[in-house]
């Protein structure tokens, strides 16, 4: 069985941020992420997680301003020194909540510059990411997002985010593999993850279409799991849905697999 983690950011809504921990933990969730930790305090997160004995296993670098339409700013040629502020923060973060893994958001390709720039733009920021999150021992990760809920996103599939990996030619650079995201975007998930599996690092779930929980679409998660048992996957697999209902009643799949 996978090593489950679930996301403060979408599952546990019910309740502000600060009390998703407790909640979590109350369905047995000792591992968390959460998007964007920003809104509290590292201090006030810390005291949290060690009160519901947990572990932040991942967090994302701040991606613009979300409420103005940015998804991530790290593609963006004008954007760079504020790209890298925010990964300061996120490391500064990371480091307070003894975090493992940082994620970048590419954001979606600037209609303004030219494709070569934006692809160059995004392969220096990740060098230049690699390389400061390796010097603090956490684990670079970058994710694919689908195009049909963000549009333009500049990074969109796996075979884009590999070659990627060639050009910056780092070790410390993994995907983010989001089943939902790549269902979208390419199918073939257990083949993919079977023949890329060192790429990968963190992987995170929800079922399609509609992005809820498992069982409420078109992917056999029982399956998927084993698959990920079966190759020897060893990184946490997270929960990163909408619930269809209550957090809580959407949980049902997991009492019945676990
Ligand atoms: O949307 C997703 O799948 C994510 O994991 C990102 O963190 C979005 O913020
Ligand atoms: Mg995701």
């Not at 995004?122 to 195009?147: G, H, P, S």
């Amino acid at each position: 069985m996978p090593d489950f983690a679930v996301n403060l950011s979408m599952l546990f809504t019910e309740v502000p941020l600060a009390e998703r921990f407790s909640a979590a933990a109350e369905q047995g969730f000792s591992k968390v992420e959460i998007q964007f930790p920003y809104e509290l305090p590292a201090a006030q997160i810390l005291d949290l997680l060690q009160h519901n004995k947990q572990q932040l296993v991942l967090l994302n670098a701040p991606a613009g301003d979300w409420f103005s339409g940015d998804r991530g700013i790290a593609c963006h040629p004008d954007r760079v020194a504020e790209f890298r502020q925010g990964v300061s923060l996120a490391i500064d973060y990371a480091k307070k909540l003894n975090c493992p893994n940082i994620n970048i958001l590419s954001g979606i390709s600037p209609a303004n510059y030219n494709s070569k720039l934006v692809r160059e733009t995004f392969i220096d920021n990740l060098k230049f990411c690699a390389e400061v999150c390796a010097n603090e021992n956490i684990q670079l990760l970058v994710e694919a997002i689908n195009t049909q809920d963000i549009p333009g996103f500049f990074l969109n599939n796996s075979r884009q985010a590999f070659e990627l990996f060639q050009a910056i030619d780092h070790t410390n650079i993994k995907l983010q593999y989001d089943i939902y995201h790549m269902q979208i975007m390419e199918g073939n998930v257990i083949q993919t993850l079977r023949d890329n599996l060192d790429k990968i690092g963190h992987i995170q779930f929800a079922d399609v279409p509609g992005r809820h929980e498992p069982q409420t679409g078109e992917l056999n998660f029982s399956n998927i799991f084993k698959a990920l048992d079966d190759m020897g996957y060893s990184g946490i697999t997270s929960l990163e849905y909408n619930p269809s209902a209550s957090t809580a009643e959407s949980l049902g799949w997991l009492k019945q697999i676990a």
